[in-house]
Every structure is written in structure tokens, then in C-alpha cells.
């Protein structure tokens, strides 16, 4: 039996204005769909193509738990778990590939 990975992510645009929080059983593969705009959605109409956070699970469940924890934050106290981790708002993408 294979142990299968779901994250949970957050993605900006270039100038930190929108955040989008997402789940998904293949990150690399969902955040390079969000840079290329594979379909029409939300990161496509406000740019949103920069990876500043993800956590890792083992159960979609949990996962989606924490998706819908996270999107009901303010932006304040979403701003502040990416700092935790990634102070400079870096674009993780480069890392996970």
C-alpha cells in the first residue's frame, strides 16, 4: 500500500495583494497549472502564480479540515502563518520540485 500526500497550499501574486488557499494530492503539478493558468478560476483572473505556503498531510480528510480552517481567517492571521515560515514571502515553487 502506498502512503499518498495531500497538501494544503497558499499562493499570492508578484504583489502580495490576494491570497488563494487550496488543497491537492500533487502540489508541483497544481501550483504549475496556477502560473500557466490552465483553466479559468480565481488565481487566473488576480494573478495568483507564487507558492508562499503548504503544509503536508497523509489524509485528504485532514487536509480539507485545515483548507476550510484556513480560508475562514482573516487575512491578518493568514498573513502571519506565512511569515512563521516564510518571513520573505518567497516563492516556494523552486523548492518542491
Known amino acids: 500500500m502506498t502512503n499518498k500526500h495531500y497538501y494544503i497550499y497558499m ?4 504583489e502580495e495583494t490576494t491570497l ?10 497544481r501550483v504549475w497549472e496556477h ?11 488576480y494573478n495568483v ?3 508562499v505556503y503548504f503544509e503536508e498531510y497523509n489524509d ?9 480552517q484556513i480560508k475562514k481567517w482573516s487575512r491578518k492571521r493568514k498573513n ?3 511569515n512563521k515560515l516564510n518571513k520573505e ?5 523552486v523548492n518542491i520540485g
Open 80 to 82: 502571519d502563518l506565512v
Open 11 to 14: 499562493m499570492t501574486n508578484y
Open 20 to 29: 488563494y488557499t487550496g488543497v491537492t494530492n500533487n502540489l508541483e503539478r
Open 35 to 45: 502560473k500557466n493558468k490552465i483553466t479559468k478560476s480565481f488565481t487566473e483572473m
Open 89 to 93: 514571502w518567497l516563492d516556494l515553487y
Open 49 to 51: 502564480n507564487k507558492l
Open 60 to 68: 485528504i480528510e485532514q487536509a480539507i479540515l485545515r483548507e476550510k
